[in-house]
Nanobody, 118 residues
Framework: VQLQASGGGLVQAGGSLRVSCTAS????????MGWYRQAPGKQRELVAT???????NYLDSVKGRFTISRDNAKNTVYLQMNSLKPEDTAVYYC?????????????WGQGTQVTVSS
């Protein structure tokens, strides 16, 4: 499975960005796609996920500001980030969880930098 992320960049506080991620070379069934982030000196944390059936999950600190969506036909997940804060600055990683035969496997994209200036 290959995950190609795009988007991200530099934005001022209060601004918006959108990141997207497309999965290819899929072997198995995509159960869930989502975004994690890792800031310098911190552990990677879950930002938002969306299941194949459409249910979503968000980190508390981004609820109401970030929206995750998915185009199943394109195997693409989007993360719309509004009202960005400096504490949102991190490398954002796309994740896909697949069911391969009887096991769940996680795959990761290369990461895209999001920097929010104050």
């Amino acid at each position: 499975v290959q995950l190609q992320a795009s988007g991200g960049g530099l934005v001022q506080a209060g601004g918006s960005l959108r990141v997207s991620c497309t999965a290819s070379e899929i072997r198995g069934s995509i159960i869930r796609m989502g975004w994690y982030r890792q800031a310098p000196g911190k552990q990677r944390e879950l930002v938002a996920t969306i299941a194949s059936i459409g249910s979503t999950n968000y980190l508390d600190s981004v609820k109401g500001r970030f929206t995750i969506s998915r185009d199943n036909a394109k195997n693409t997940v989007y993360l719309q980030m509004n009202s960005l804060k400096p504490e949102d600055t991190a490398v954002y990683y796309c994740n896909a969880r697949l069911l391969v035969t009887t096991a769940f496997n996680d795959y990761w994209g290369q990461g895209t930098q999001v920097t929010v200036s104050s």
